[in-house]
């Protein structure tokens, strides 16, 4: 198997994307996931379908709304503008952001889940040991959410290995900083240079079977523990 210095950029590119787009994903997530597993505020179900939009909505549209958004005339664009920048379009900067909203889903609802396990009893028996709101966040929620956190780590991480639609049209096909590994197979293709495609297609394929195998080994370790 052997990878040209291109094919290896993009991949370091891909890798790169995902491990800033997974932390800061984390970030965001984890106080918004609590906030939806313990209110009953009426919006809850409408910001739950905002953050799920990315699920059912094709790539290229929520890659069309973002273009016009983070564009030069759009207002997140104007925002850079103003602040002294560029916009964030056919940057790696855009990359992060459009991905930000593709992987929302696959980071949140793992949290989610993993809280609104917990439940009330563990945060009432430790506040009636006088634990404070952090004791109680660093002692009992996140030690029992930690299952959750590893599959919101690894499937915002897998998920954002694979995008194609929302890169290309927020990012383009600029070598070193756009062109992921998902755009260089998609170029290979279209160059019918298959051997090409079939390396970098191959490495995705293991890496991606190799992270939701470790999802699959999480989840069943921590039923085991649950019961």
């Known amino acids: 198997m052997h990878l040209s210095p291109e094919d290896l950029e993009a991949l370091v590119l891909t890798f790169r994307l995902a491990v800033w787009v997974t932390v800061l994903l984390l970030l965001l997530c984890t106080p918004l996931a609590w906030w939806l597993s313990r209110t009953q505020c009426r919006i809850r179900s409408v910001i739950e379908a905002l953050s799920s939009m990315p699920l059912v909505l094709p790539p290229t549209v929520l890659g069309f709304y973002l273009l016009l958004l983070m564009g030069p005339h759009g207002p997140l664009g104007k925002l850079f503008i103003v602040l002294g920048g560029e916009p964030p379009t056919f ?31 563990p945060l009432e028996a430790a506040a009636t040991l006088r634990a404070g709101p952090l004791d109680r966040l660093f002692s009992v929620v996140l030690p029992l959410a930690r299952p959750g956190f590893l599959t919101a780590s690894v499937m915002g991480f897998a998920h954002t290995l694979g995008e194609f ?9 600029i070598q070193g900083q756009t062109r992921v590994a998902s755009i260089a197979i998609f170029d290979h293709v279209e160059c019918l240079d298959y051997n090409r495609a079939h390396t970098l297609a191959g490495i995705l394929v293991s890496i991606s079977f190799c992270l939701l195998l470790m999802v699959n080994r999480i989840n069943q370790t921590a039923n085991r523990e649950m019961t």
Do not use: E, H
Request: charged fraction near 0%; hydrophobic fraction near 55%; charge should be positive.
């Open 165 to 173: 639609g929302v890169v290309l049209m927020i990012g383009g096909n």
């Open 91 to 121: 940057r790696f900067t855009g990359l992060v952001i459009g991905s930000l909203f593709y992987s929302f889903p696959f980071v949140l609802l793992p949290l989610q889940n993993a809280f609104s396990a917990i439940g009330s009893l």
